[in-house]
């Protein structure tokens, strides 16, 4: 293979969107090319796919990469980016082109969902250094699992494993998987070290967030910044069903902060334990990524955008 830093390398998840990355993928390769890219280009072809594939392209000298897909597919090349040692992070630039269900990430750098206005603001090619969170998993053999935009563990998880199905009705399906999951998910005993202080109780879900919109524009932290250096950090106490769906317009206004059950705080790590036996869901840019007790680190400015 030919190597070379001056090429782009563009992943392409065909499944994004419910399929519409595949549909407009000609249109955009046009685009790219009549920007002046030069560009080599993979469908992934498989979950977990985008991860390896960067992993394969940064040995052979690609420093800069364009996601074509949702939140799932930028999850997959940042972490393959942050699990490979060949090169120095901050020497490998992101560009997206977001054609995904839910395209939370891009709405906080306010990347346009226009995919030509996408393409003109990569090729201006100016930068910003993002924070990046880490996940360790405390009781299990799993690899770290790092994250770009928000994670979270209990109710959120649960809602992310059902709304795939529910994908062809847009960004919306995670507010109905959010909904019909809430009459099946059960409140957990969790324990979160945090600041050098214990924080135990009857819990609904707990969010770890850099950016500002997750499960399709909802806002589940306060006051999140990607460029601070500390984690906005919601534990959403023992809410019952009746206090979900009246605080529900609450979880998209921004105004999460104003429920008293729900405390907040900032952070550059954390610990998480829970029920062993509850076998509780973490979540990490809406993909599913394992289960059980956490610890949960900031990686300061870690990684670069074209945003
Ligand atoms: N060829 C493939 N077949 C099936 N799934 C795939 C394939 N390639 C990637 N995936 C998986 O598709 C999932 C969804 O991708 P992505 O998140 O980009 O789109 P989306 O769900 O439509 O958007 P969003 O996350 O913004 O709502 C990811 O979990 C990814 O790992």
Redesign the pocket.
Known sequence: MSASADVWFVII??????GR?KKKWPTIKRLLVQHGFHFKYA????????QLLVNQYIKHNFSRFISV????????IVNGIMTQTDVPFANIKVGVI?I?????WVKTHQIPRDIERAIQLIKKEQCSQQDIGKIEFLNSELPPVYFNNLAGIGFDAYVVSKV?KH?NLG?IAYLLAAVIGLFSFKNFNSKVIINSEEISGKTLMILIGLCKYSG?GMQLTHHPNPVDGLFDVSIVENLSKFEILKHLPKLFNGKIYTVKQVQHLKTTSLKIYVEPDACLLVEA???LVGAGAIELSLIPKALSFYC
């Open positions: 998840n065909p499944t994004s969107g419910n990355a469908f992934t072809e498989y979950p977990g796919h985008a897909g949702g939140d799932g597919t930028l999850h997959g977001p995904g269900t839910g395209n939370d795939s994908k960004a399709g840019d809406g993909e």
